[in-house]
């Protein structure tokens, strides 16, 4: 585990955490939520891949950022997102990181349990009831669901996870606490989860550094207590590391973890000594069986895939890829275009497949004008 660490750190040592210029992602939304829950609005970022297109009814796994307003952490954990997609080690997913103002974010994590003021079941509502189903209709998520909180948000991410696990797919907790709220020991209660009933995996990850050390003890204990084979829990403790570092140490290698499964199974349809076209039929099901949820092989991965065999001379498999390819991402108007290179080597008709690409190019938001006149100019 340690040795992974590292490298992930030597990897994004490079990252310009500020940087909003992302290879995989856009930014589309800065807006608001009035929650009738909480009684306020809530402010939120809405990031979607670069493929995403308001007329392609194609979803996407949805990954929920807390604490918007700790700007470094924030961006930090986006652009980790975005390293990890362009390298095609999870799948491009849409992004919403939630502010919280800091008068108010104590009791948005806080039980009434614990304080009568505490608007944590509020928020959990809100999260729940607002926030995810505005995400659905508006930017088309899947059911998908990662839930990312640090510090307060990570004792209520931690929560959720057992609150609401047949909701979820994967939550990271962030320097979490658990028994210091009163009324509220989340070391018993995570325990609950060994009751699921489902055949999909679930993924908690936590990490906690010099903040809470007893806390990770506690919890390690509980967490040999859970015996339930689609359970994937586990947590890392950095004994030196402060707490506002632990974001940027820990997150790296906990959404890796969530999508391990899924990088495994494309890159083994992917792996040049695979032949077999109907891998990518095996492989799209061992990942539904996993996650319960259909989660795409990137653009990179099926493009790639197509060039594999039309450089083997094996054009008819390329097209078929090809086609495949623009199934699943339907504004990739150069899949026609290497279907038309294909036919041509097989002496094929290609003026269908030319017309399906003018038409396609023109209604394709995925490319700039020069980009769609170079395009054009391959099939002139």
């Known amino acids: 585990?340690?040795?992974?660490?590292?490298?992930?750190?030597?990897?994004?040592?490079?990252?310009?955490?500020?940087?909003?210029?992302?290879?995989?992602?856009?930014?589309?939304?800065?807006?608001?939520?009035?929650?009738?829950?909480?009684?306020?609005?809530?402010?939120?970022?809405?990031i979607v891949p670069k493929d995403w297109q308001q007329n392609i009814e194609k979803k996407y796994p949805l990954t929920i950022i807390f604490d918007r307003?700790?700007?470094?952490?924030?961006?930090?954990?986006?652009?980790?997102?975005?390293?990890?997609?362009?390298?095609?080690?999870m799948p491009a997913s849409i992004i919403v990181s939630v502010?919280?103002?800091?008068m108010k974010r104590t009791k948005e994590t806080l039980h009434k349990k614990t304080n009568s003021i505490g608007k944590a079941k509020e928020n959990e509502l809100f999260i729940f009831n607002e926030l995810i189903p505005f995400i659905d209709k508006n930017y088309k998520a899947s059911k998908f669901r990662v839930l990312i909180g640090h510090s307060r948000y990570g004792y209520l991410t931690t929560y959720l996870f057992e609150k609401r696990l047949h909701q979820l797919n994967a939550v990271i907790s962030l320097s979490p606490f658990f028994t210091t709220q009163k009324n509220m020991n989340l070391t018993d209660s995570i325990i609950?989860?060994?009751?699921?009933?489902?055949?999909?995996?679930?993924?908690?990850?936590?990490?906690?550094?010099?903040?809470?050390?007893?806390?990770?003890e506690i919890m390690?204990?509980?967490?040999?207590?859970?015996?339930?084979?689609?359970?994937?829990?586990?947590?890392?403790?950095?004994?030196?590391?402060?707490?506002?570092?632990?974001?940027?140490?820990?997150?790296?290698?906990?959404?890796?973890e969530v999508f391990e499964y899924?990088?495994?199974?494309?890159?083994?349809?992917?792996?040049?000594?695979?032949?077999?076209?109907?891998?990518?039929e095996i492989a799209s099901k061992n990942i539904e069986n996993h996650y319960g949820e259909k989660l795409r092989p990137s653009i990179g991965i099926l493009n790639?895939?197509?060039?594999?065999?039309?450089?083997?001379?094996q054009y008819q498999k390329a097209i078929t890829v090809w086609e495949i390819l623009l199934t699943e991402y339907p504004n990739y108007s150069e899949?026609?275009?290497?279907i038309i290179w294909a036919q041509e080597e097989l002496k094929l008709d290609t003026k269908q497949t030319k017309e399906r690409l003018i038409k396609n190019l023109n209604q394709s938001e995925f490319y700039t004008n020069s980009q769609k006149k170079e395009i054009l100019k391959e099939i002139e």
């Not at 500020?18 to 909480?38: C, G, H, M, P, V």
């Not at 790639?304 to 001379?313: M, S």
């Not at 899949?335 to 290497?338: A, P, R």
């Open 1 to 46: 585990m340690q040795k992974k660490i590292l490298i992930l750190l030597f990897l994004f040592c490079t990252i310009q955490i500020f940087s909003q210029n992302y290879e995989s992602y856009k930014k589309i939304a800065d807006t608001t939520i009035s929650s009738s829950y909480l009684g306020y609005n809530k402010s939120i970022s809405v």
């Open 69 to 89: 307003q700790n700007k470094r952490s924030n961006q930090f954990i986006i652009n980790t997102i975005d390293y990890l997609t362009i390298n095609d080690q």
């Open 99 to 102: 502010n919280s103002q800091q």
């Open 192 to 216: 609950k989860v060994n009751s699921y009933k489902g055949k999909q995996t679930k993924y908690y990850r936590y990490g906690i550094g010099n903040d809470f050390p007893k806390e990770f």
């Open 220 to 256: 390690e204990q509980s967490l040999k207590l859970i015996d339930n084979k689609f359970i994937n829990a586990k947590g890392i403790l950095l004994p030196e590391a402060y707490h506002n570092v632990t974001p940027g140490l820990i997150a790296p290698i906990a959404i890796y």
């Open 262 to 280: 899924w990088s495994k199974q494309v890159h083994l349809f992917f792996d040049i000594s695979n032949k077999n076209i109907n891998a990518l």
């Open 304 to 313: 790639g895939k197509g060039w594999e065999f039309y450089n083997d001379k």
């Open 335 to 338: 899949g026609y275009l290497n």
